[in-house]
């Protein structure tokens, strides 16, 4: 019998990053000890390690930077140099944990998943045939699963999905109106993000469980940008919808676009199925509005063109006007809490935001908003407001050792 500490490894692949925590479990509680972020896997990329056993923000312990050669990119090969560097990593500075279990965030599980699942080999041949779906994502989450399988080969692997959170949204939302056969072939509003926003209701039940019962408008505000109505604690309905283009501008995503745009592109420009994905996946959004300056919210804000300020007032707009249409599918809004990269951390936004909601009875504290705290609206707000940092690798952690039976 081993005397190291069991620990559960979740992974988080993006087409060019890759995310990774370390779990371990006491007292059927999951607790984070490492974060690894690998940013632009298309080299040089960025490798950051973070200790969060004394720190829940985590404390930065190593960092390095890997170059094409070593993530051998020339041969595709930059998702296994990364993960394998993550492995080395933990082995020669945790000798003292073991890598026993392995979670995965995978973007979509279709009909057939409506919550985790352990991997098999039925399993991943279904979630092949959803890479259509969400082509930026899921090759990417599939190929970890097998690269798992191939450098820990006697640890069990789940499954947890982004869209199974969103299987609760009434009928009337989720179909678009278009023929029927196309609906029953499963072409409809999936939702994603599904992961995070269960980590923020979870968080708000425990923050406050009456208020996490009523009206709830969740903005996961990030480059990857959606938003979610939610009745207690139930989705009621989601910006992003078949794939996860839809919705709000993105970093580099179109979000909604009127499906005449592409008719003429194809008609009268040329363009086929191929260049139409690379543009409203790579080539539109905040990136496309600003003229190429950037796909990232802190260098829009700090360049001095007004092609980027223009994507800023854009990006607030649409949030804007997708609040009033969630509030409207709920009947009402109680809460309204903003989360992911940008909606965690970017307090003027959540104020450009919240003063044009002002008509739904939103009111900021300038104070509270400017210091990050978790509760941000006035006293006199009709509406509470909340800046809640998302951790989708716990919710991962939790559900994938609850379905392997090591905790409830």
Same mark, same amino acid.
């Given at each position: 019998? #081993?005397?190291?500490? *069991?620990?559960?490894?979740?992974?988080?692949?993006?087409?060019?990053?890759?995310?990774?925590?370390?779990?371990?479990?006491?007292?059927?509680?999951?607790?984070?000890?490492?974060?690894? +972020?690998?940013?632009?896997?298309?080299?040089?990329?960025?490798?950051?390690?973070? !200790?969060?056993?004394?720190?829940?923000?985590?404390?930065?312990?190593?960092?390095?930077?890997?170059? +094409?050669?070593?993530?051998?990119? $020339?041969?595709?090969?930059?998702?296994?140099? /990364?993960?394998?560097?993550?492995?080395?990593?933990?082995?020669?500075?945790?000798?003292?944990?073991?890598?026993?279990?392995?979670?995965?965030?995978? =973007?979509?599980?279709?009909?057939?998943? #409506?919550?985790? %699942? %352990?991997?098999?080999? &039925?399993?991943?041949?279904?979630?092949?045939?959803?890479?259509?779906?969400?082509?930026?994502?899921?090759?990417?989450?599939?190929?970890?699963?097998?690269?798992?399988?191939?450098?820990?080969?006697?640890?069990?692997? %789940?499954?947890?999905?982004?869209? $199974?959170?969103?299987?609760?949204? *009434?009928? =009337?939302?989720?179909?678009?109106?278009?023929?029927? +056969?196309?609906?029953?072939?499963? =072409?409809?509003?999936?939702?994603?993000?599904?992961?995070?926003?269960?980590?923020?209701?979870?968080?708000?039940?425990?923050?406050?469980?009456?208020?996490?019962?009523?009206?709830?408008?969740? $903005?996961?505000?990030?480059?990857?940008? #959606?938003?979610?109505?939610?009745?207690?604690?139930?989705?009621?309905?989601?910006?992003?919808?078949?794939?996860?283009?839809?919705?709000?501008?993105?970093?580099?995503?179109?979000?909604?676009?009127?499906?005449?745009?592409?008719?003429?592109?194809?008609?009268?420009?040329?363009? !086929? /199925?191929?260049?139409?994905?690379?543009?409203?996946?790579?080539?539109?959004?905040?990136?496309?509005?600003?003229?190429?300056?950037?796909?990232?919210?802190?260098?829009? +804000?700090?360049?001095?063109?007004?092609?980027?300020?223009?994507?800023?007032?854009?990006? %607030?707009?649409?949030?804007?006007?997708?609040?009033?249409?969630?509030?409207?599918?709920?009947?009402?809004? !109680?809460?309204?809490?903003?989360?992911?990269?940008?909606?965690?951390?970017?307090?003027?936004?959540?104020?450009?935001?919240?003063? &044009?909601?002002?008509?739904?009875?939103?009111?900021?504290?300038?104070?509270?908003?400017?210091?990050?705290?978790?509760?941000?609206?006035?006293? !006199? #707000?009709? =509406?509470?407001?909340?800046?809640?940092?998302?951790?989708?690798?716990?919710?991962?952690?939790?559900?994938?050792?609850?379905?392997?039976?090591?905790?409830?």
């Amino acid at each position: 019998m #081993s005397d190291k500490t *069991p620990m559960v490894l979740i992974v988080n692949a993006g087409s060019s990053s890759l995310k990774c925590s370390l779990f371990d479990v006491r007292d059927q509680a999951v607790n984070q000890h490492f974060r690894v +972020k690998v940013a632009n896997l298309g080299g040089p990329a960025r490798l950051e390690i973070y !200790d969060h056993s004394e720190n829940i923000d985590g404390i930065l312990v190593d960092k390095e930077t890997l170059d +094409k050669e070593q993530l051998d990119v $020339a041969h595709s090969q930059a998702h296994a140099r /990364a993960l394998q560097v993550v492995l080395d990593w933990i082995s020669q500075n945790t000798p003292h944990y073991e890598v026993s279990w392995i979670g995965h965030r995978v =973007v979509h599980g279709g009909d057939r998943y #409506s919550s985790p %699942v %352990v991997v098999d080999d &039925q399993v991943l041949e279904f979630l092949e045939t959803l890479v259509p779906l969400a082509p930026l994502h899921q090759p990417y989450n599939l190929k970890l699963i097998h690269l798992c399988r191939e450098f820990l080969p006697d640890c069990p692997q %789940v499954a947890c999905f982004d869209t $199974a959170f969103h299987t609760s949204i *009434p009928k =009337v939302a989720r179909e678009f109106a278009i023929p029927r +056969k196309f609906t029953e072939e499963g =072409v409809r509003r999936y939702g994603f993000h599904g992961l995070s926003y269960e980590y923020i209701h979870d968080k708000l039940s425990r923050l406050d469980s009456e208020l996490a019962q009523k009206k709830l408008i969740v $903005a996961h505000l990030g480059a990857g940008s #959606s938003m979610c109505a939610l009745d207690q604690g139930q989705s009621k309905a989601s910006t992003m919808g078949f794939t996860a283009v839809e919705g709000l501008p993105m970093g580099t995503r179109s979000g909604q676009l009127d499906p005449g745009v592409l008719l003429y592109l194809m008609q009268e420009k040329g363009m !086929d /199925a191929k260049a139409l994905e690379k543009m409203l996946y790579k080539e539109c959004g905040w990136y496309g509005v600003s003229g190429g300056i950037a796909s990232e919210m802190l260098a829009l +804000k700090e360049s001095d063109n007004p092609h980027a300020q223009e994507a800023i007032d854009m990006y %607030v707009y649409r949030i804007a006007r997708e609040t009033g249409s969630l509030a409207a599918a709920l009947e009402g809004i !109680d809460v309204m809490v903003f989360t992911g990269g940008v909606g965690e951390n970017d307090a003027d936004l959540r104020a450009a935001v919240v003063e &044009q909601n002002a008509w739904l009875g939103m009111k900021i504290d300038p104070r509270r908003n400017q210091a990050n705290e978790y509760l941000i609206s006035a006293d !006199d #707000s009709r =509406v509470k407001i909340f800046a809640i940092p998302t951790n989708e690798e716990k919710m991962i952690a939790r559900h994938t050792l609850k379905q392997l039976g090591v905790a409830g």
